[in-house]
């Protein structure tokens, strides 16, 4: 019996019973890399499942091997190790020249899926200093640096605490995900109580360190928002370098910008706040404008005012 096999931006090739999908794609003359001649030791010949995945055969003992050591996921394949036994199968050769072999067949390749790239939800975490440049303009050189190295350090062990994952750092920001390892609302819940740690560490950090020794004290504005975003490793050389990306995360941040304009330290839009099981009250509700959305966005403020005084004259400007 022969079923067809679409190979995604290709051809679409006939495969026979007991014939592998390297075998076809040979055959129907595709280019694919088998460096080990479909033995099942390179992975040279691996291809992404798009559709039909029930239609293949279980993956053979050196499949099997071969995709517990890299950690493959159940939708990444060897051609030379799957037969098709149905209509209606797509998928998309990984590896179609040499830069593709270089990128997902070197020595530093541990994670598929963050080379492969995959959409996910995920609770979104954005952090910044409130008015920071005062203090390095008052400050030593060195003062600046060891008191950013105390704030980052109160940041990263709230963070490793609630299993989130620092992606990027800005000047004195972080942008930060959780629910890379957890479920959506897990992940909320995480994002929020790393958040109100920070909130209160600082508070501690202030009144034991900042106050005696500097005579200044720092306050912080966190932005959460939840959503389908896409996370992969693009590839800059650093192999655990995720990239996480999509309108939730500018939405996120947006939030975190307007914790100056609504006066309080924590907003998190209305969307996560609803995912929590055990919500923090929140001292307000609020609507911001947002670029992209053509509706008034629903906030919760669950962080506390600031105390510094331009921050109250900005306040409350957005409905204004
Ligand atoms: S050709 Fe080497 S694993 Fe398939």
Do not use: W
């Amino acid at each position: 019996m022969t079923h067809n096999l679409n190979f995604k931006g290709e051809k679409v090739v006939p495969v026979r019973d007991g014939q592998t999908i390297l075998q076809a794609s040979l055959d129907a003359g595709i280019p694919h890399y088998h460096a080990c001649g479909g033995k099942g030791q390179c992975t040279t010949c691996r291809v992404l499942v798009l559709e039909g995945q029930d239609k293949l055969t279980p993956p053979t003992a050196p499949e099997q091997i071969i995709k517990r050591v890299k950690k493959f996921p159940d939708n990444v394949r060897l051609a030379c190790q799957s037969q098709v036994k149905g209509d209606g199968v797509a998928v998309q050769r990984l590896i179609r020249d040499a830069v593709d072999r270089h990128i997902f067949v070197d020595e530093t390749e541990e994670n598929m899926t963050s080379v492969i790239g995959e959409s996910r939800k995920l609770a979104l975490f954005f952090i910044d200093i409130r008015d920071f440049t005062p203090f390095v303009e008052k400050s030593l050189p060195f003062d600046v640096i060891h008191v950013m190295r105390r704030i980052f350090a109160l940041y990263k062990n709230a963070i490793a605490q609630y299993d989130g994952e620092i992606i990027d750092t800005a000047g004195d920001g972080l942008y930060v995900v959780f629910g890379l390892n957890s479920k959506i609302r897990e992940a909320t819940e995480s994002a929020v109580l790393a958040g109100l740690k920070i909130l209160s560490d600082l508070r501690i950090f202030n009144n034991t360190y900042m106050r005696p020794y500097f005579n200044h004290t720092f306050e912080v504005g966190i932005g959460v928002h939840v959503g389908r975003v896409i996370v992969g490793n693009v590839g800059i050389g650093l192999s655990q370098n995720l990239t996480v990306m999509g309108f939730p995360v500018n939405i996120a941040a947006r939030l975190q910008a307007a914790t100056k304009e609504l006066n309080n330290s924590f907003v998190i839009s209305a969307v996560a706040y609803r995912l929590l099981r055990k919500p923090p009250y929140a001292v307000g509700c609020d609507y911001l404008n947002l670029k992209g959305v053509s509706t008034p966005y629903e906030v919760k403020l669950i962080g506390k005012p600031y105390e510094s005084k331009d921050a109250a004259v900005l306040a409350r400007t957005i409905q204004e």
